[in-house]
């Protein structure tokens, strides 16, 4: 049946569009306006928003994941992982682990103290380590859209 995969897809699109925007949302618009003064207290208004974001984002990319290895499965398309040619696959499942990793356990263990404690002491610096980890996370993110897309339709 030709039905799963079309939804199976549908639904990891869906899941990326949603993770991966928000996560430009985050970097490209609230974090700069953060730094630029759009809050009296910066540190707490990103922890209420990066919150919020958060829980939806665990969803997303737990979506992602089980749509992405449901895919894997159905096309028959582990040996893949074998070849660099593949690249986008393995690109695919690395930023689905740092994500899955720092929702799931660098966050809730130790990256929401450690966010707080170095804010105390120094919240513009902070700020502008947090604007650059989300900008190196994102370009990742973005890049491997960009070859799942070319890569799944034939290459170049
Ligand atoms: C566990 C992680 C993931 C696995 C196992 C996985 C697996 C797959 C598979 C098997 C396909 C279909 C490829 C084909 O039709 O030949 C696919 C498509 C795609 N994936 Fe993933 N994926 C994962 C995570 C991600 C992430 C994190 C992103 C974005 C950053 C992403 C973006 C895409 C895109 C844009 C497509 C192309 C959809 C299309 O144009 O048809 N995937 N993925």
Same mark, same amino acid.
């Given at each position: ?24 949302? +985050? ?36 979506? &992602? ?23 986008? !696959?393995?690109?695919? +499942? ?24 170095? &804010? ?12 650059? !980890? ?14 799942? +897309? ?7």
């Amino acid at each position: 049946m030709l039905a799963d995969l079309a939804l199976a897809r549908a639904l990891h699109v869906l899941a990326v569009v949603h993770w991966i925007g928000g996560v430009a949302m +985050v970097t490209w618009v609230i974090l700069p306006a953060l730094r630029d003064g759009a809050a009296d207290d910066p540190t707490a208004m990103f922890e209420r928003i990066e919150g919020r974001f958060s829980w939806q984002a665990k969803i997303s990319t737990l979506l &992602a994941g089980l749509s992405g290895f449901y895919l894997t499965d159905r096309l028959f398309a582990w040996e893949r992982f074998a070849e660099p040619a593949f690249w986008w !696959m393995h690109a695919m +499942v690395a930023v689905w682990a740092i994500f899955t990793f720092v929702l799931f356990v660098a966050e809730p263990l130790f990256l929401h103290r450690w966010f707080r404690a170095r &804010a105390a002491r120094d919240p513009a610096g902070t700020l502008k380590l947090v604007i650059r !980890m989300h900008r190196v996370l994102l370009t990742a993110s973005l890049v491997t859209v960009a070859g799942a +897309v070319i890569g799944a339709h034939g290459g170049l």
